[in-house]
């Protein structure tokens, strides 16, 4: 269960009823969603909630039980990694459309790193129990779901890949 303290600096947009037209069209924008036709945007926002996350305001921490994944509407957010030395390394920045804390929500395992807005942003967000609840109760969305992130994840693999073996070029 996600405590008030989790979500510290983050603002529900809207809910209920009146707020679903708006979410879904929030939905719409997604890339990750575009293949999904309006019913589907419709039963998807069931489980998925929009925020706004004002400048400098901590996302997730690193180490931290993953709890949800957010999707970047607007804004941006970034992503540090702590060194040995407890400093802090930006190591990304999600721009809009992209996702971040989704290896939390499949894994159970703590946050990798940090994320902190770096400057005002929308998100939307998917619990890990809202996740669940999705799972069992939509179970065909949800496999389209979850191969749209081992997309994702894959992607993000090679990429990693790819600067390591740069990385690794140069060093010789």
Known sequence: MIEKSDLDGLELLGDGESFREELCRL???VPMFGDLAHAEVQTLARYIRAYEAKKGTEIFREGAKGQFMCIVLSGRV???KETLEREKKKVATVRPGKSLGEMSL????PYSATALASEDSQLLMLTKM???RFTEEQPLLCNMLLRQIARLMSL????????LLDYLSHDS
């Open 27 to 29: 939905i719409e924008t």
């Open 78 to 80: 970034d992503i540090f």
């Open 106 to 109: 499949l894994d159970e395992l």
């Open 130 to 132: 809202n996740f669940e």
């Open 156 to 163: 993000r693999l090679r990429q990693t890949t790819g600067i």
